[in-house]
Structure formats: C-alpha cells, structure tokens
C-alpha cells in the first residue's frame, strides 16, 4: 500500500475485536471509494497518496488511525529483489513455524502460533483458541471454544 506521488491507493482494511471475530463496527477510509467485503472488511481506492485516515466510531467514539502511504524513489529494485529471494527461500521450504508473543504492557500479552506452506497456505491459532486457515484465497475462521469453521470470504495475504 504505497505511492508515489500523484498515483492511486488501493487495499484491504480487516477490523476484529478482542476476540479476534470480525467486528460490526463501521470502518471508513477517508477520501476514497470503498465497498465492504464483509463483516469487518472494507476493500477501498484513492486517487492520491499521502497520508491514510482509517475512522471507526464505537460506542459514540470515534478512533483514527492515519497511515503512510509514501513510496520512496530507487527502492523498488531492491524490494523487488528482496521479495524474490524470500518467496524462493519459501519455496523450498516444507513447512515454516513462526511463534510470536506481543504485549501493550506490562502483564499484557497476546500469543499467536503461525504455520505457513508455499506457495499459499496459511493457519494461525491465537492464545485465547481463535484459529485462522487460509489456502490462497479462502479463509475459514473458527472462534474459541467453537467446532465448526466459517467461511470469511476471500482474502489477499
């Protein structure tokens, strides 16, 4: 989600709450067109780049978060390269783990197990039970403590 100056802004904004389900709340991308693609999920363009304003309003407040859209000149070529050698890294790869472990704050943690498969598959359970599949672009959600998977929709990862 980058551009150089003058050029569109096009992406996927997916909102969940604490329980990591798919929030109602209203999502809006200030200044650009925008469809949902869900519960939770706003597909959006902008005709500019700069600066990115994401609203939601809940429970009569309203939160914006604003980010970056700046493309920096000569960096494509080494992007690009980089990209390149990660997925064929990936490609040769069975399988990759990855565990992470973030906290806002002292005695805050939240813990989320990845398993990744080339060339597009994807699964991620949470600490509190939530599981994620993704196998190119499907997902499937199953909540805590729930048995049976639901579909999201399609998805871009």
Do not use: N
């Not at 890294?89 to 813990?111: D, H």
């Not at 959600?141 to 399609?154: D, N």
């Amino acid at each position: 989600m980058a551009a150089a100056a003058g050029e569109s802004v096009r992406g996927t904004i997916r909102v969940s709450d604490l329980r990591a389900k798919p929030t109602r709340t209203p999502i809006t991308v200030r200044g650009a067109e925008q469809r949902s693609c869900g519960v939770g999920c706003v597909v959006f363009a902008r005709a500019r780049g700069g600066q990115l304003a994401i609203v939601m309003r809940d429970r009569g407040r309203t939160q914006t978060a604003v980010l970056p859209t700046r493309w920096e000149a000569g960096k494509t070529s080494r992007g690009r390269r980089l990209l390149l050698q990660t997925q064929a890294a990936m490609r040769r790869l069975k399988s990759l783990r990855q565990s992470e472990l973030v906290s806002s704050g002292p005695g805050s943690y939240a813990r989320t197990d990845y398993r990744l498969q080339a060339p597009a598959r994807m699964a991620f359970t949470t600490g509190t039970g939530t599981s994620s599949v993704f196998i190119a672009e499907r997902q499937w959600l199953r909540g805590s403590g729930e048995r049976a998977w639901h579909t999201v929709g399609s998805a871009r990862w």
